[in-house]
């Protein structure tokens, strides 16, 4: 192997193979097996909140008080973790909900910036182990008895903002070793990663929410930081590193389509031009291509339409994931741990979910499409679920499948392959460097909506669980209208390449 500028310390363990090919090969996989264990960590340590909500207030009407309790008689409300005794206790853990949301959607769009101006390697180290610690801190309030919603404020905005660390140097990471070819299929595997991280995470909460709740952070935290130094020891950001050659990022059927078939290639044209001026690179092959600016990146046509809709996408998609135990806990009435146990679904479906769309977008190079018809088939689905989802055990497990599959579909296309495709968009002329900066402001926005789902949860479900479904159908229906004009442009990319198809036979019929 020829000697390298930066040193990659996994290279101790992938020695030169017979062939170049092998080798390359060989790495893909490392790539995708460490990166899958880092975003799973980090979506691992997000969940266990979801889980203990149901321990923090309860009915304690039908326990047995502890020999050692200091709590009056007449207090209904002794088995409660203050602050959130209260009656207005929703509203109090939408407020811790919300504090890693706001701060996990507002550093994204920082976050993009500096994980192309810095090495990934040490980016994602110190933002593993700053996600383990601020995680251990929450389960730690457990045995300090901290009962100040501040303490669980600021630690949430804190694991907020080091958390944004994950999804663009990750994404940039995947994008830099593979091209565009099966993106859909291997993205929508690899992206599994977030309900594989979910399930864990509601597992291993599991395991300790009805004794000490506190270890169901703690447990996660020092797993997540032990994977962040795995990280520094053997993540490899870019192919070159290890003497492998870059992929091919273009291609496709949308890419070859005449813009004068497109009714917004006027505009479209101009956008690609602003973003020409806005990116440049030198011609010389030592020369690295200057990073995009956030704005640079608004121009590639797709990145806000699909910005939009991701931001509704993911209101649903994480008012599920914060809220899902506690309304099972309530409306089911089964225990702490059967709740979280039983939300697991959801996430197992979306796995299969996020796969589903990879494959059906790869086959139809129709990322929009895809996309739009499952947010169409997930709004009446939503609806069964919670009319007659909860009236058996069995209607219930195939629902919750279902519904995470349409739901958590389009979502993960969205963050992995899309965001991938834009990064790497032609008008880029071969800068790899906007993939962290679009992959930011896609999952930034998400962000916004992932903030408002839970909190908009939390101060509509005191009215019923009712309204909190209706919100829901409502973002799903509004993420799909805003994919329109995508949907639309990727119609008349298929008829343009039918009748291209249609000319060559034509054409090589004659000449027989």
């Given at each position: 192997?020829?000697?390298?500028?930066?040193?990659?310390?996994?290279?101790?363990?992938?020695?030169?193979?017979?062939?170049?090919?092998?080798?390359?090969?060989?790495?893909?996989?490392?790539?995708?097996?460490?990166?899958?264990?880092?975003?799973?960590?980090?979506?691992?340590?997000?969940?266990?909140?979801?889980?203990?909500?149901?321990?923090?207030?309860?009915?304690?009407?039908?326990?047995?008080?502890?020999?050692?309790?200091?709590?009056?008689?007449?207090?209904?409300?002794?088995?409660?973790?203050?602050?959130?005794?209260?009656?207005?206790?929703?509203?109090?853990?939408?407020?811790?909900?919300?504090?890693?949301?706001?701060?996990?959607?507002?550093?994204?769009?920082?976050?993009?910036?500096?994980?192309?101006?810095?090495?990934?390697?040490?980016?994602?180290?110190?933002?593993?182990?700053?996600?383990?610690?601020?995680?251990?801190?929450?389960?730690?309030?457990?045995?300090?008895?901290?009962?100040?919603?501040?303490?669980?404020?600021?630690?949430?905005?804190?694991?907020?903002?080091?958390?944004?660390?994950?999804?663009?140097?990750?994404?940039?990471?995947?994008?830099?070793?593979?091209?565009?070819?099966?993106?859909?299929?291997?993205?929508?595997?690899?992206?599994?990663?977030?309900?594989?991280?979910?399930?864990?995470?509601?597992?291993?909460?599991?395991?300790?929410?009805?004794?000490?709740?506190?270890?169901?952070?703690?447990?996660?935290?020092?797993?997540?930081?032990?994977?962040?130094?795995?990280?520094?020891?053997?993540?490899?950001?870019?192919?070159?590193?290890?003497?492998?050659?870059?992929?091919?990022?273009?291609?496709?059927?949308?890419?070859?389509?005449?813009?004068?078939?497109?009714?917004?290639?006027?505009?479209?044209?101009?956008?690609?031009?602003?973003?020409?001026?806005?990116?440049?690179?030198?011609?010389?092959?030592?020369?690295?291509?200057?990073?995009?600016?956030?704005?640079?990146?608004?121009?590639?046509?797709?990145?806000?339409?699909?910005?939009?809709?991701?931001?509704?996408?993911?209101?649903?998609?994480?008012?599920?994931?914060?809220?899902?135990?506690?309304?099972?806990?309530?409306?089911?009435?089964?225990?702490?741990?059967?709740?979280?146990?039983?939300?697991?679904?959801?996430?197992?479906?979306?796995?299969?979910?996020?796969?589903?769309?990879?494959?059906?977008?790869?086959?139809?190079?129709?990322?929009?499409?895809?996309c739009c018809v499952m947010l169409i088939l997930a709004a009446p689905m939503m609806f069964l679920y919670n009319y007659?989802?909860?009236?058996?055990?069995?209607?219930?497990?195939?629902?919750?499948?279902?519904?995470?599959?349409?739901?958590?579909?389009?979502?993960?296309?969205?963050?992995?392959?899309?965001?991938?495709?834009?990064?790497?968009?032609?008008?880029?002329?071969?800068?790899?460097?906007?993939?962290?900066?679009?992959?930011?402001?896609?999952?930034?926005?998400?962000?916004?909506?992932?903030?408002?789902?839970?909190?908009l949860a939390g101060l509509i479900s005191p009215t019923g669980w009712n309204n909190v479904f209706y919100m829901l159908?409502?973002?799903?229906?509004?993420?799909?209208?805003?994919?329109?004009?995508?949907?639309?442009?990727?119609?008349?990319?298929?008829?343009?390449?039918?009748?291209?198809?249609?000319?060559?036979?034509?054409?090589?019929?004659?000449?027989?």
């Amino acid at each position: 192997m020829q000697w390298k500028l930066r040193w990659c310390p996994a290279e101790v363990f992938f020695p030169p193979q017979t062939s170049a090919w092998d080798e390359k090969h060989w790495y893909r996989g490392f790539i995708l097996l460490i990166t899958f264990l880092i975003y799973t960590c980090y979506h691992m340590s997000r969940k266990p909140i979801s889980v203990v909500k149901s321990r923090l207030h309860r009915n304690c009407s039908g326990m047995i008080r502890p020999i050692n309790d200091t709590h009056s008689l007449n207090d209904t409300t002794w088995c409660n973790w203050a602050p959130f005794d209260q009656s207005n206790y929703k509203e109090l853990l939408g407020a811790v909900d919300n504090a890693f949301l706001v701060a996990y959607a507002v550093g994204m769009f920082i976050s993009g910036i500096f994980g192309e101006r810095l090495p990934l390697r040490y980016y994602l180290t110190a933002g593993m182990l700053l996600s383990g610690l601020f995680t251990s801190l929450l389960g730690l309030g457990y045995f300090w008895n901290i009962h100040a919603l501040w303490y669980f404020v600021l630690i949430q905005i804190c694991n907020g903002l080091v958390q944004t660390t994950g999804w663009p140097s990750v994404v940039t990471c995947v994008g830099n070793w593979f091209g565009k070819g099966k993106r859909g299929l291997i993205m929508g595997i690899w992206n599994s990663h977030t309900s594989v991280g979910n399930i864990l995470g509601s597992l291993i909460a599991g395991i300790w929410v009805d004794e000490q709740w506190g270890l169901s952070f703690v447990v996660p935290g020092v797993i997540t930081a032990i994977m962040g130094l795995i990280t520094f020891f053997f993540f490899i950001e870019y192919p070159e590193d290890v003497g492998c050659s870059p992929p091919q990022h273009h291609g496709g059927l949308e890419e070859n389509v005449d813009d004068a078939e497109d009714p917004g290639s006027g505009p479209h044209s101009n956008r690609e031009n602003g973003l020409e001026s806005a990116v440049t690179s030198s011609k010389e092959p030592s020369a690295q291509p200057a990073a995009i600016s956030f704005f640079g990146a608004l121009w590639i046509p797709g990145v806000v339409e699909f910005s939009l809709c991701l931001l509704f996408a993911k209101l649903v998609s994480y008012t599920f994931l914060y809220w899902l135990p506690l309304y099972i806990f309530n409306v089911v009435h089964f225990s702490a741990k059967e709740s979280g146990d039983l939300s697991t679904l959801f996430d197992v479906g979306g796995i299969v979910g996020g796969i589903l769309a990879g494959l059906i977008s790869d086959y139809t190079n129709g990322r929009a499409t895809t996309c739009c018809v499952m947010l169409i088939l997930a709004a009446p689905m939503m609806f069964l679920y919670n009319y007659v989802g909860q009236s058996g055990i069995s209607i219930s497990i195939v629902m919750l499948l279902i519904c995470g599959a349409l739901v958590n579909g389009p979502y993960a296309l969205i963050t992995t392959a899309v965001s991938a495709d834009l990064g790497t968009h032609k008008s880029l002329k071969g800068n790899a460097k906007a993939l962290s900066t679009v992959t930011a402001i896609i999952d930034g926005t998400g962000s916004i909506g992932a903030a408002l789902g839970p909190l908009l949860a939390g101060l509509i479900s005191p009215t019923g669980w009712n309204n909190v479904f209706y919100m829901l159908i409502t973002a799903d229906i509004l993420a799909c209208l805003l994919l329109c004009r995508l949907v639309y442009k990727e119609i008349l990319a298929w008829k343009a390449s039918l009748s291209r198809d249609r000319g060559s036979s034509v054409a090589l019929t004659h000449a027989r």
